[in-house]
T-cell receptor, first 115, second 109 residues
């Protein structure tokens, strides 16, 4: 399809495991964002890429969280040594050109449950 | 106090009713987004506003920059409009999107 694709759709991890979440943005979209959405809350910013450059990672909650977009297209959000408070839906969004005046296109998210 | 506040938090309506969801923000912005999130997590961008008013089908979004307020209106509401509606602003200082916690709308037939 032509939309933003995220995988897996659901992930259950035992506390302490590492997880990797994938985002395939719309082809050609320059900007890519990761957000974390806890149950009943609005999305919270994690990190932002423009092409392969990670311009802002101020929202990553700890050094256990790492994101990359090595070729400026697909992005991976990695969480090391998962903890229960990491349980949330992780949303990816992309937009064309700079996002300042471009609408965002969201993926369906990955629901992570840490047991 | 959240930088982006929405009201009401929950809203129920009968099919056909006119609906208004409000968003107030306390930071300087360069754009405001209205988003729709259906159960299951998918988010759809409805509008991006920097001034004035936009209309798309039965949806109308307005923004008053001086008052730091935006409204989303749905005319002739339908059960398929049931979703969470989220207001998000792009901070002119940080360029980040700041999200409200959303308004859960349920429209009954």
């Amino acid at each position: 399809g032509a939309g933003v694709s995220q995988s897996p759709r659901y992930k259950v991890a035992k506390r302490g495991q590492d997880v990797a979440l994938r985002c395939d943005p719309i082809s050609g979209h320059v900007s890519l964002f990761w957000y974390q959405q806890a149950l009943g809350q609005g999305p919270e910013f994690l990190t932002y890429f423009q092409n392969e450059a990670q311009l802002d990672k101020s929202g990553l909650p700890s050094d256990r969280f790492f994101a990359e977009r090595p070729e400026g297209s697909v992005s991976t959000l990695k969480i090391q040594r998962t903890q229960q408070e990491d349980s949330a839906v992780y949303l990816c969004a992309s937009s064309g050109r700079t996002y300042y005046n471009s609408p965002l296109h969201f993926g369906n998210g990955t629901r992570l449950t840490v047991t | 106090k959240n930088e982006v506040e929405q009201s009401p938090q929950n809203l129920t309506a009968q099919e056909g009713e006119f609906i208004t969801i409000n968003c107030s923000y306390s930071v300087g912005i360069s754009a405001l987004h209205w988003l729709q999130q259906h159960p299951g997590g998918g988010i759809v961008s409805l509008f991006m506003l920097s001034s004035g008013k936009k209309k798309h089908g039965r949806l109308i979004a307005t923004i008053n920059i001086q008052e730091k307020h935006s409204s989303l209106h749905i005319t002739a509401s339908h059960p398929r409009d049931s979703a969470v509606y989220i207001c998000a602003v792009r901070s002119e200082d940080t360029d980040k999107l700041i999200f409200g916690t959303g308004t859960r709308l349920q429209v009954f037939p």
